[in-house]
């Protein structure tokens, strides 16, 4: 079935502008028909900004726009399409009536990054391909482990420095959506849970895959998301890295719902849907578990 | 009217895998709530590759798909929207019957970029909004400059050393892709010109937006590209910078006709467009040069 679509477009939100001085212009020969050209290192830089792709439909069953947030060492082509390339997110929940918005969390992808030590205070991080298959639970799980290259090619260098303003960015794009549904992956959901906190009027739901962290509050601190309907999903196999952010997870469950919030905890291998990835929505089964978040979104 | 959709995705294609040895791992606290993550530095890395997403159209009026390839600094998303929120080139082109491929180049974007110097040989290379603001002719120009720092957000640093593996890595979609016409843009035309003598089977035609470079080819050395029909679009008001690369640009094309081939040199000026930045595909007018494009495009 052919999707109906309204508007593809994109843009950048959030960021300041950051003047450097002081550092001695490069020469640079960019083409073989150009001489050296004197680039000067000064000047106005955009800093912090962050990338925003939106896929509006004919006929959304929803006005309230869902947005994907992705996780870390990733960008928001992890929603597009899996490694073995069937649909990825982003299609499954156009098909299924909203209308999506993907980004690029700031210094990733499409946002754009900026220098350092000068506007970013720390050195890049790279993820060798070793390092995501261990992190991210690849051996023995459904992730489509032939086409492991598609994967370690999309991953992109981080920063460990760059949190508040990329809360900031995110932040600023909730105020400019106005109400939405994120579903978001690990870092992204970690940051998807603060922005709840930060701007609770904007959201209606929150999906957060296998977060990296959750918020340090608890009691009367959560009253402001009262209204926000929480599902938290983990996979399969959690070992010693994971196993203790799931428990913090269920920890930050019990305490929303003991506040009132709407929270579901999710573990997909006693529902049925066994073997996941840190990256459950790229795993061979990443539409199973898509129609347990999409039922659970449209439970009532 | 709405744009009836088979299917959105993305892939990356091309580049190779660099082993790192010896570097010492860093420590790093990844989030609040982790302990300080010691995290190696040695392995492999895949680098060199880069970013491709596509639109295939439920109905395309031909199977020879369009790629969009953009200019230094930029990334795919130039062809998305424009500054001021209309429809990009990728919007343009679906609407006209094409399955579209916007794609990042190596280093740029969702393409990831890779470290130096065991990597890249040279250092990232940023630039400022001042620089951008002279050398893309924004001011007295088309560009809708009330929406300047849009552009200036999507800027995204660069190398001047990667010329080789991008040209790998575009050539590489090519070999995927088949049969194609490329619309591009700058540094993305200058690579689509190369293209077209590394596999001149491949390509029905290209339209380069002001090149920033042309090929040093001539006589026999252009008979692989006969077949190929060539466009090159140039816009107003060039200055010192970019009249000498016109030129070259002209001589190229004229070298093209004496080899029989089926090229033309669009002013856009002398065919009533007036007053084009750098970057046409952005511009106020952008639509109506985009036509010009598309008339030549389907002119047989």
Request: charged share 25%; aromatic share 10%; proline share 6%.
């Amino acid at each position: 079935m052919p999707l109906s679509v309204a508007e593809i477009g994109s843009f950048h939100v959030g960021g300041r502008i950051v003047r450097i001085e002081g550092l001695p212009p490069v020469e640079v020969a960019f083409t073989p028909d150009t001489a050296l050209l004197r680039m000067p290192q000064d000047g106005d830089f955009d800093a912090f900004q962050m990338y925003v792709q939106y896929v509006k439909l004919d006929r959304p069953k929803t006005s309230v726009p869902l947005l994907l947030w992705h996780g870390g060492s990733l960008t928001g082509a992890c929603w597009e399409s899996t490694p073995d390339g069937r649909p990825g997110w982003q299609s499954i929940f156009l098909r299924a009536g909203w209308n999506v918005y993907v980004s690029d969390a700031v210094e990733r992808g499409r946002a754009s990054w900026a220098r350092s030590p000068e506007i970013y205070t720390s050195s890049p991080l790279f993820r060798s391909k070793q390092e995501a298959r261990a992190l991210f639970r690849i051996d023995g799980s459904q992730f489509p482990i032939e086409n492991f290259d598609q994967l370690t090619k999309s991953l992109v260098p981080r920063w460990a420095t760059n949190d508040e303003p990329t809360s900031a960015a995110y932040d600023e794009l909730l105020r400019r959506l106005g109400r939405s549904v994120i579903v978001a992956h690990s870092q992204g959901a970690a940051f998807a849970l603060r922005a709840a906190l930060q701007r609770p009027g904007a959201l209606d739901a929150i999906v957060a895959v296998e977060p990296s962290a959750v918020p340090r509050v608890s009691g009367n601190e959560l009253s402001g998301v009262r209204n926000v309907r929480h599902l938290f999903v983990w996979g399969d196999r959690l070992d010693a890295f994971w196993r203790p952010l799931a428990e913090r997870s269920r920890a930050y469950h019990e305490e929303l719902r003991a506040c009132g919030v709407d929270s579901t905890f999710l573990e997909l291998p006693k529902a049925g849907v066994a073997g996941n990835s840190h990256l459950a929505m790229l795993d061979r089964n990443s539409e199973a578990v898509a129609e347990r978040v999409l039922e659970w979104l449209t439970r009532r």
